[in-house]
């Protein structure tokens, strides 16, 4: 069997490729390695685990939408055949930007900072006639620069803090219904 040559090229490649630490690197200032982009999610496999039995979606789409401002919008559903089981949403948000420190003398570090707004919940839920009807949650867009200088963590006390334009990143979401008597959701939309 004779020696392939392109194992040693493509050795190199895949060296090259890994040598920009930004790319490779989750905490480099960069950026995460996976950032969530705009776009629809879904559950594929919502309410056919942790439902009372005979839960099936009635109407509405089980989805969430990450817009362009990276705000997230769930959509409303209804879920019949649950009897008289409550239920309860809840949406959690995690993001990240790089923040300057600047010292007095001009020295700048990058430092990687995480905010996670707070949950959004559609607090608990009564269902009708053996129907529950879950309303949309929707988040703001990404948090302020503010509060993500004040995540930050810089030298000490004498450095000013400055968020880098264009780096604020959704890092992570997860929208859960879960019905009450139920360790587990019954629905799971997650980005991250």
Not at 62 to 78: A, G, K, M, P
Not at 116 to 137: C, D, F, H, M, Y
Request: charged share 15%; aromatic share 6%.
């Amino acid at each position: 069997m004779r020696p392939s040559k392109l194992i040693p090229i493509a050795v190199l490649a895949f060296a090259a490729a890994c040598s920009d630490n930004t790319a490779t690197n989750p905490t480099s200032p960069g950026g995460p390695l996976f950032a969530i982009t705009p776009g629809t999610f879904s559950d594929a496999n919502a309410l056919t685990v942790n439902t009372p039995s005979g839960g099936h979606l009635q109407s509405g789409s089980i989805q969430c939408v990450v817009h362009e401002d990276l705000s997230i919008t769930c959509d409303s559903y209804e879920v019949a055949g649950i009897g008289n089981l409550n239920a309860q949403a809840d949406l959690v948000i995690s993001f990240s930007a790089t923040v300057d420190c600047t010292n007095h003398g001009g020295k700048l570090v990058p430092v990687k900072a995480s905010t996670q707004t707070a949950p959004i919940s559609t607090g608990q839920l009564e269902p009708k006639n053996g129907r529950l009807t879950v309303p949309e949650l929707s988040s703001g867009a990404a948090p302020a620069d503010e509060d993500f200088e004040a995540a930050a963590i810089c030298p000490n006390g004498n450095w000013t803090k400055s968020v880098r334009s264009e780096t604020t990143e959704l890092e992570s979401f997860t929208y859960t219904l879960t019905f009450a008597g139920f360790t587990e959701a019954a629905v799971t939309i997650a980005g991250s």
